[in-house]
């Protein structure tokens, strides 16, 4: 167990409609990242925010959006959904911000669209 | 941009053989380089990290790995496979500016183990 917890844990839905993926991160960690897995994409990053600001941004499209509350736990928003989005969806957390922290992922939301 | 290779999508080993995992990067600055594996149906888990000093690293589950600057590589291994390695190992680079930063996968290695 990494600390770090995501819900839900299953996700189905149709396309066109709108979900929201949370994350909590481990104790202590003010840095949040969110990681798209697919078959076809492999392990993408999304998107960093610490301490509730946004800090780097991957290929995250615009139908995407996140935020990072005051408490230091993050929500995924995905709208417009599409066939493609279908994915395992990973929240990390680290203690700080740069390169050489370490990452620790949680079990991930699978996002069904269909 | 930074990048890695990892040489074989799947490996197979016999249970008690060593294990080598190939991992190749390209960056522009002193990398920062992760060995993470994922069992199915869960998350990745951190095995072991390179950042600064001491070139062999070691991390969980008797795994390690050798950053060779001169190769460019970040292999892993162990020693002696057991059942229990069978997953995906994923090797990543940071990319780090210093107050922000990304990993960057690669397209992982499916380790199997037989008896």
């Known amino acids: 167990d990494s600390g770090v917890t995501q819900t839900p844990k299953h996700l189905i839905t149709a396309t066109g409609q709108r979900v929201t993926l949370r994350c909590s991160p481990r104790s202590g960690d003010l840095s949040v990242y969110w990681y798209q897995q697919s078959l076809d994409q492999g392990l993408q990053f999304l998107i960093q925010y610490y301490n509730g600001e946004e800090r780097a941004k991957g290929n995250i499209l615009e139908r995407f959006s996140a935020q990072q509350f005051p408490d230091l736990h993050s929500e995924l928003n995905l709208s417009s959904l599409e066939l493609g989005d279908s994915a395992l969806y990973f929240c990390a957390s680290s203690v700080g911000a740069g390169g050489s922290n370490e990452q620790y992922f949680g079990p991930g939301t699978r996002l069904t669209v269909t | 941009a930074q990048s890695v290779t990892q040489l074989g999508s799947h490996v197979s080993v016999s249970e008690g053989a060593l294990v080598l995992l190939r991992c190749n990067y390209s960056s522009s600055v002193p990398p920062y380089l992760f060995w993470y594996v994922q069992y199915p149906n869960q998350g990745l888990q951190l095995l072991l990290k390179?950042?600064?000093?001491?070139?062999l690293v070691k991390g969980i589950n008797g795994f390690e790995a050798e950053f060779k600057k001169s190769e460019t590589s970040f292999h892993l291994t162990k020693p002696s496979a057991h059942m229990s390695d069978a997953a995906e190992y994923f090797c990543?680079?940071?990319?780090?500016?210093?107050?922000?930063?990304?990993?960057?996968f690669g397209t992982g290695t499916r380790l199997q183990v037989t008896l």
């Open positions: 990543a680079v940071s990319d780090d500016t210093g107050t922000a930063s990304k990993l960057t």
């Open positions: 390179y950042t600064t000093g001491a070139t």
